[in-house]
């Protein structure tokens, strides 16, 4: 593909039910990364999966995130029991290797809690 | 703890001048410090990336520096154009391959 793709562009939720995030990256590149940029603050870093190895799962902010990569490819990002603090966007991003530190984002998912 | 300060302030300037966005950091000893530009409503697109050994990196109209004493990077835009106008986030990288990022500086170009 072209880029690094996301869906759903934006998602509304009510507080409470659990959400999907998706994310296809760059064919070829085996580092992914997850991150959270809520308005006017920086990206916050939530997990990194590195080809086959364990995921970074530092970055998560509590155990009702979770996010899996099937194949080294596809990567899902689950939110359960959504609060209205996860409300933010929620970005991919890809690079060929964890070694390489030029990243390549996505588009973001806009997650609302209401 | 790891800290990057980028001037919360917008940057307002002219067309045509040289827009310069600092980037400081404090405890970290980054391998990689990238330059990424951010428009509304999108996701961070990549610039420039300079190494810790590298003091200057320039693509087109564009100039980065870094100063691994000071602890500082400077991001330069020459012959600024209204199109130039974003929000540009700084993220230093050091072993763990995980970038930490600024919150970014707003960049507005005047016609």
């Known amino acids: 593909g072209a880029g690094v793709s996301q869906s759903p562009s934006n998602k509304v939720t009510e507080k409470g039910k659990d959400v999907e995030l998706r994310c296809d990256p760059i064919?070829?590149?085996?580092?992914l990364y997850w991150y959270r940029q809520s308005l006017g603050q920086g990206l916050e870093f939530l997990i990194y999966?590195?080809?086959?190895?364990?995921?970074?799962k530092s970055g998560l902010p509590s155990d009702r995130f979770s996010a899996e990569r099937t194949g080294g490819s596809v990567s899902t990002l689950t939110i359960q029991r959504t609060q209205q603090e996860d409300s933010a966007v929620y970005l991919c991003?890809?690079?060929?290797?964890?070694?390489?530190?030029?990243?390549?984002f996505g588009p973001g998912t806009r997650l609302t809690v209401t | 703890s790891q800290k990057i300060e980028q001037n919360s302030e917008a940057l307002n300037i002219q067309e045509g001048k040289t827009a310069t966005l600092t980037c400081n950091y404090t405890?970290?000893?980054?391998?990689?410090l990238q330059w990424y530009r951010q428009d509304p409503g999108r996701g961070p697109v990549f610039l420039l990336l300079?190494?810790?050994?590298?003091k200057e990196k320039r693509k087109e109209r564009l100039k980065v520096t870094f100063d691994t004493t000071l602890k500082q990077s400077l991001f330069h835009i020459t012959a600024s154009q209204p199109a130039d106008s974003a929000t540009y986030l700084c993220?230093?990288?050091?072993?763990?391959?995980?970038?930490?990022f600024g919150r970014g500086t707003s960049l507005i170009v005047h016609p």
């Open positions: 064919s070829g590149h085996t580092a």
């Open positions: 300079i190494r810790e050994n590298e």
């Open positions: 405890n970290y000893s980054p391998a990689y």
């Open positions: 993220a230093l990288t050091g072993g763990s391959y995980i970038p930490t």
């Open positions: 999966f590195q080809g086959n190895s364990a995921p970074d």
């Open positions: 991003a890809s690079s060929l290797k964890g070694e390489n530190p030029e990243q390549y």
